[in-house]
């Protein structure tokens, strides 16, 4: 009876045994078929041939498209902010940075439609002495055809792409301006663009002060110049004798990272840790400090941010906000906290590669999170919209009675609101506390 006990029982082991060996050989099996390169790039080439030998429009296809659409599959698969990048958009990408390109002045926005949900290119600014202001061209216009061809599907790139070119070519617009139902037909001759990344509250490179002798920078983008156009602006407000600090980074989409470390540590002391980022590759875990030339760790800060900062202003915010060294005020930024390594290829093209996480001083994750205001300050889309439009000082002979009321009343509350804190801080400071340390001091009584 113990005997078939026994062996009853070691029958049942061995099955158990055999079981999961057969699973785990399976297993290491199917892993071994996905890691096996050959196996799987001659998949792929069955069915690019495929594909070109079978597809029912095969004249309208070539092996060079369907190379980079399958590119562009593979890496937009990783996540939203990896690329392939075409020749032609690499190009483009790399003006952007450099602040400098060929085309009208235009800055675009997507709107909706309201209860259609569709899209509609429309201008949010025109940029001042640039062939679009002189055109006669308003924020708030929406673009419907760049030379004749309906923007209907158009994203902003394709809109750019067609608007750029080289300097005394013509493009033609057509605008309709929802206020009065026009639609205008606008030819214009291309120049070169200078877009400074730094501007001030008018939208010029002024930098005058308020009555309080507090400043106010706005920065666009994170181009390669905007570190050192920010430092001439604070040279000029300095001269001046600036007091307090508004830097103003709403909507401001990002940029180069570098920038972002040298904007930030023009407020901080030497050696003071700006950001960190974490990688697979040693070569891309990298710690930033601050260099230490130029600080002004005395001068009070408040930064304005809403779901349109991300990126390289999530590292600034995030920095100068963990060290206490400026107070954030405005909405929950968008939460990018991952670093793209641009990796040209032989062809022209490139690749917008993901390669690491950054984080803030204190090791926050920025990472789908974003940045919380140390002041929540709402505004809605109306509000900015009509505030745009009141700041670019542009005509409003085309809006309606209504519009025009709404534009002359607008107001920036964020702005405001952040002005007022600099004063309450610069009152505070005329009682003999130091004024830079005052600016942390003053995040907890501003939540209450």
């Known amino acids: 009876m113990k005997r078939r006990l026994f062996l009853g029982l070691l029958v049942a082991v061995l099955g158990l045994n055999l079981l999961f060996g057969t699973r785990l050989y399976l297993s290491h099996a199917e892993t071994a078929a996905k890691e096996n390169p050959y196996e799987n790039i001659e998949l792929f080439t069955r069915v690019l041939e495929t594909i070109r030998q079978n597809y029912v429009d095969g004249e309208k296809i070539s092996y060079q498209q369907l190379i980079q659409a399958a590119l562009k599959g593979m890496v937009s698969s990783l996540d939203p902010h990896s690329e392939f990048m075409e020749a032609r958009k690499y190009d483009d990408m790399r003006k952007d940075t450099e602040g400098a390109f060929g085309g009208v002045g235009i800055v675009l926005g997507v709107r909706t439609n309201g209860a259609s949900k569709g899209v509609t290119l429309t201008v949010s600014e025109t940029m001042d002495g640039t062939p679009a202001s002189k055109g006669g061209i308003k924020p708030g216009d929406r673009i419907v055809k760049i030379n004749g061809q309906t923007t209907e599907k158009f994203t902003i790139d394709d809109a750019v792409r067609r608007l750029r070119g080289k300097k005394g070519t013509e493009v033609t617009v057509t605008i309709s301006r929802p206020a009065t139902e026009q639609e205008l037909e606008i030819k214009l001759m291309r120049d070169t663009i200078s877009v400074p990344s730094v501007r001030d509250v008018v939208g010029t490179t002024e930098f005058k002060l308020d009555e309080n002798k507090i400043g106010y920078v706005r920065l666009r983008q994170f181009g390669e110049k905007t570190a050192d156009e920010l430092e001439g602006a604070l040279v000029k407000m300095e001269k001046m004798g600036v007091k307090g600090l508004i830097m103003d980074l709403r909507d401001n989409p990002g940029g180069l ?166 004063k309450g801080i610069l009152l505070y400071d005329k009682q003999g506390k130091p004024a830079g340390k005052v600016a942390a001091q003053a995040v907890e009584p501003a939540k209450k």
């Open 257 to 422: 990272l570098d920038q972002a470390v040298k904007v930030s540590e023009k407020f901080l002391p030497r050696g003071q840790l700006v950001v960190s980022t974490e990688a697979r590759q040693i070569a891309d875990i990298q710690k930033y400090t601050a260099s230490g030339r130029n600080p002004r760790p005395l001068l009070p800060m408040v930064i304005l941010m809403n779901g349109g900062s991300a990126s390289a202003s999530e590292i600034v915010a995030g920095c100068l906000q963990d060290l206490k060294r400026a107070v954030v005020l405005g909405e929950q930024s968008f939460g990018k906290g991952s670093v793209q390594s641009i990796l040209p290829l032989a062809d022209g093209s490139a690749l917008r590669l993901t390669t690491a996480k950054y984080y803030t001083p204190s090791h926050k994750v920025i990472h789908e999170k974003g940045i919380t205001p140390d002041v929540a300050v709402p505004m809605s889309a109306e509000e900015e919209r009509y505030y745009a439009m009141k700041r670019s000082g542009a005509p409003l002979d085309a809006l309606d009675a209504k519009e025009r009321e709404l534009v002359t009343k607008a107001q920036d509350i964020q702005f405001d609101r952040a002005t007022d804190m600099l």
